[in-house]
């Protein structure tokens, strides 16, 4: 069974850069994808981005295409997502989750979460 942690969340202000990374143990990361989501209070689940190493593809959300971008370090057992030009609308928990294979995981295997809050 896979676990993960979030890490790198904060504040800031609109128009900063984090990177949130996910470090993920008790499995190959070779066999999995990852995907990141988000969750603001009152709102729904969105899917932000996933990767797959089974099938190199790579997935994102048209509202965060090209400021957000997702990477893995196998070695590192690690995914990052690094967040470019941050938004107000960008707040919320942001969680990664793991499935085997291919995207979208379902989010049954997921971490606890890194809260995100951007300032106007």
């Known amino acids: 069974q896979a676990q993960l942690v979030e890490s790198g969340g904060g504040l800031v202000q609109s128009g900063d850069s984090l990177t949130l990374s996910c470090a993920v143990s008790g499995v190959t990361l070779d066999d999995y994808a990852i995907g990141w989501f988000r969750q603001a209070p009152g709102k729904e689940r969105e899917e932000v981005s996933c990767h797959s190493h089974s099938d190199k593809s790579t997935h994102y959300a048209p509202s965060v295409k090209g400021r957000f971008t997702i990477s893995r370090d196998n070695a590192k057992n690690t995914v990052y997502l690094q967040m470019n030009n941050l938004k107000p609308e960008d707040t919320a928990l942001y969680y990664c989750?793991?499935?085997?294979?291919?995207?979208?995981?379902?989010?049954?295997?997921r971490g606890q979460g890194t809260q995100v809050t951007v300032s106007s």
């Open positions: 989750a793991a499935e085997q294979w291919y995207c979208w995981p379902t989010g049954h295997v």
